[in-house]
């Protein structure tokens, strides 16, 4: 009796300790894909009430809930409660895209003295294009997760990913890990790692849909956006860019300054036109490979803040033009014209086929290394 009374004391103790501890997250059940394949969902929080859920499938961010000017929790980015709405539709929400994230122009481009063929899975202007990664892309599959303790304390979540040889059209094995992790500083960050066994076009990109206000809660075109980007790339009716790096001085996309998003988005502008607001390529002023500010966003009623830092030498920023009510939320409510915006920190789209832009083309023996992160604040 003795000696059962010690042990219980010690698994007691050992056990206070590790729940007062930070531990890493665990996988839990979270439903399955129509083959019958397991869903797991981890969730990620830090010290100061941020709680992030990611799932397996797609690597899509479920949630994210963080404090007002007030200390006001409330959910920051679009999405749905179950796999099967992601599986049913989904405008990428949350998710990771690629291989190839954004558009490669008549989904084709020629590597090695090879023409590669993807599926054309978008179309704009009567014309067509491949996009985000295809039929079946990275935000389509199941991911291998596993939950981190990171050395300073905080958690996260692996997620890894191989792409077999001709996947979706492109060539080469392509191993990809994306690790989120959620600091007590209020960082989401975001570190991409590839390789490949063949030459092949990689952009990958996070696809979460934010509204500041808390999703569901109207449109976001009061949300004060601004882009550390002095010019941009202009795009045709197929919202493929026309090659040019064009100035934003003078523009409505002028975002140096921060400036609301729905001050200019209905100006009478061709671009704006082409992309039923702003679906666009901002080239980043930091074009150097080393983590910099991008963009820095705030949500006046609410006080929220979200900036936005990247390695990438680009940022897509959407503002939510095909959102049109079909789709209801977490919450019930329906998702309307514009009610989240993306911030898609990436390479310029159609880089396989524009031989000015920055090279996306993932060689055997180099390894992709990409960061970002999304910073988390408030102001009175
Ligand atoms: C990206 C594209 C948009 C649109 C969305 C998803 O942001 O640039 O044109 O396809 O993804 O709806």
């Known amino acids: ?57 797609g690597a899509i961010v479920l949630s994210i ?21 992601y599986i049913k539709d989904t405008p990428y929400f949350g998710a990771v895209v690629g291989r190839y994230g954004n558009r490669i122009a008549d989904g084709k481009f020629s590597l090695g003295g090879k023409t590669y063929s993807l599926a054309t899975n ?9 996009l985000h990664g295809g039929l079946k892309g990275f935000d389509k599959v199941v991911w ?11 958690q996260g979540v692996k997620f890894t ?62 949300h004060e956006l601004m882009l550390a980007a002095s010019k941009y790339t202009p795009v045709t009716a197929a919202l493929i860019p026309t090659g040019k790096l064009t100035p934003v001085a003078g523009t409505p996309f002028d975002f140096t300054k921060p400036t609301a998003i729905g001050g200019r988005v209905k100006a009478d502008d061709e671009q704006l036109k082409f992309g039923g607001g702003y679906d666009h390529n901002w080239v980043l002023d930091n074009q150097g490979g080393e983590l910099a500010l991008a963009a820095k966003v705030y949500e006046p009623t609410t ?24 789709l209801t939320g977490k919450s019930g409510k329906k998702y309307e014209f514009r009610n989240g915006f993306c911030l898609e920190t990436q390479h310029y789209p159609d880089s396989p086929n524009q031989a000015n832009f920055p090279s996306t083309i993932l060689k055997p023996g180099k390894a992709l290394k990409s960061t970002t992160v999304f910073r988390f604040g408030s102001k009175k």
């Open 144 to 154: 291998k997760g596993e939950g981190l303790l990171n050395k300073d304390g905080s």
């Open 161 to 222: 990913y191989l792409s077999k040889d001709g996947e979706e059209g492109y060539p080469g094995n392509l191993s990809l890990s994306v690790t989120y992790s959620l600091s007590n500083k209020n960082e989401w960050k975001i570190q991409y790692a590839a390789t490949t066994d063949k030459a092949t076009p990689v952009n990958v990109t996070q696809h979460s849909y934010f509204n500041l206000k808390g999703e569901g809660n109207g449109d976001i075109l009061s």
């Open 122 to 130: 978008n179309e704009n202007g009567g014309i067509k294009t491949a």
């Open 303 to 326: 006080g929220r803040t979200l900036e936005v830092l990247t390695t990438e030498p680009g940022i897509q920023f959407y503002c939510g033009n095909f959102l049109d009510g079909t």
């Open 65 to 85: 809930e963080t404090p007002d000017r007030d200390g006001k929790l409330a959910d920051i980015v679009l999405g749905f409660n179950t796999v099967d709405e």
């Open 1 to 57: 009796m003795k000696s059962y009374s010690l042990f219980c004391v010690a698994a007691l103790c050992s056990g206070a300790i590790a729940a007062d501890g930070p531990k890493a997250p665990t996988a839990e059940a979270f439903g399955k894909t129509t083959d019958g394949t397991a869903v797991e969902v981890f969730t990620l929080t830090n010290t100061n009430g941020i709680k992030l859920r990611a799932m397996t499938y």
